[in-house]
């Protein structure tokens, strides 16, 4: 929300996630020295005792002499995120002209924005030049000075993406295929490859390849296979072979979440995936593969064999597909894990596997009626969200009726069950 990090219902992330935000920022603002020295004041003067956050703001003052009202007036006493809308042109004098506008709606929360924004132009030479000017208008103009008339690769607005912002700057293709092979952020290389995603792939496919081969950043590859996971050509394909082989979990996780449609003729190279060493590959490639090619189903189910994952997903997952193909023990294998005598992030996979059966027993019933009383509400509340799922069933309506009138209930339990089998 739009809301300022100090307004009572603000949230925790404002709080949390943006309260990190905003102090990293400081750190850009007003230099990592200043910020360091003025937070080890403020620790050692407040240890083990009560804050505001005037007693911040003081530290800064005390500390380095440094008055920081602006700042965190705007990001503190404030709400929202200024929203930039960038365009840059070369003029007849061969400068870089630079049009920055503040286009964020404006209410009594959110305002303009005063920041210091650093402009990079990077030059096809390779060299660049910089310019850090603050910015607090709601229209400016920059102008970068280019004496030698070099020719442009690309513009950088705030490089590194230091400022907590939304921005709107339209690139042509071959100013984002510049930015996303040399420029020196990882951020900014990121993000104009997330710009191209609406591109069709017979324009970017070339380019895509030679940043996915050139790149050392994970989530750059894997952003690289999400766009061209579901491209036929054969480059796209011989791409994908190679991020199926890739050493980041992250990029081999990419192509098995990503695609649409396994390729027969890359059957092999998926399966190879059922046993990759992390757990989430191999519960989606087992996943997948099961759905497309169920007459392999009992080689899938053999190679995961004694296979548990992360709270037993893999696990639960084979007892599922089992299930599926008819293994009544493996229906009795989910309803086991349903109940009390395992944790709770085991028992609602196993809930979610019986409601995608629609296996309903007195034995499952019994299970959900003790996870929808417990304690812990992360596993009470999904487990009440399956249990009405299942009450939607007229039959399933008469068991849950049924089950509680035929057993003694706590003081606690019964009201609330009650209240679910009389709805």
Known sequence: NR??????????????????????????????????????????????????TNDFYQAFQDAVGLTPDWFLEEWIYRGGEPHYAVQHETNSAGETEITVRQIHPMDEFVRLFKMPIVFEVHYTDGSFDSLRQMIGQESVKVVIQNPKKKSIAFVLFDPGSNILKNITFPKPFAELQAQALHAPHMIDRYDAVAVMAPIDADTKRDVLAQIFHREKFHYIKAGVVAQLINDTANDSRLLLREALRDPAVEVRKTVIDSIIHIPVTMRADFEALLTDSSYDIVLAALTKLAAQFPE??????????????????????????????????????????????????SRLIAFDALKRLSHLDDRVIGNLFDAMTHWNNRLKNPATAIANSFYQNSEYKKLFRSYFQNHAWTAHQKPLLESFVNK
């Open 296 to 345: 392999h189903l009992p080689r899938y189910l053999a190679t995961t064999e004694g296979v548990e994952g992360t709270d037993r997903k893999v696990k639960l997952k084979r007892f599922e597909l089992s299930a599926v193909a008819g293994n009544k023990a493996s229906v009795d294998s989910l309803v086991v894990y349903s109940s009390a005598s395992y944790e709770f992030r």
């Open 3 to 52: 809301l300022p990090v100090l307004h009572s219902q603000a949230g925790g992330a404002r709080a949390y996630q943006k309260g990190s935000a905003v102090l990293e920022m400081m750190m850009y603002v007003f230099g990592e020295e200043n910020f360091r020295h003025a937070i080890r004041h403020y620790l050692r003067r407040h240890a083990y005792g009560n804050v505001s």
